[in-house]
């Protein structure tokens, strides 16, 4: 299975992106993907992450209200709509899926900036 992710950008607080997520390969090893993201000096977080089958979604306090993570298992996409971001926000996102067999995948990240 191969990540890759677009959408990253820089933007001003209170804006609006989307970090999209295209799997491709065998996908249909996939049972959940997340976002994560890793800022300069601190450990990668998981920002917010979803279920394949049945779409559960869960989300890191911090972006509670703010983010919002969808799929779209027919095209093997995964979205991340980020609004009000904040410059806290700024880090690089990272796309993440995990298969049924526990591997773990990564894609290369996008980077998001949020100046204020």
């Known amino acids: 299975v191969q990540l890759v992710e677009s959408g990253g950008g820089l933007v001003q607080a209170g804006s609006s992106l989307r970090l999209s997520c295209a799997a491709s390969?065998?996908?249909?090893?996939?049972?959940?993907m997340g976002w994560y993201r890793q800022a300069p000096g601190l450990q990668r977080e998981l920002v917010a992450g979803?279920?394949?089958?049945?779409?559960?979604?869960n989300y890191v306090d911090s972006v509670k209200g703010r983010f919002t993570i969808s799929r779209d298992n027919a095209k093997n996409m995964m979205y991340l709509q980020m609004n009000s971001l904040k410059p806290e926000d700024t880090a690089v996102y990272y796309c993440?899926?995990?298969?049924?067999?526990?591997?773990?995948?990564w894609g290369q990240g996008t980077q998001v900036s949020v100046s204020s």
């Open positions: 979803i279920t394949k089958a049945d779409g559960n979604t």
């Open positions: 390969g065998s996908t249909f090893n996939i049972v959940a």
């Open positions: 993440h899926a995990r298969t049924i067999m526990g591997t773990s995948l």
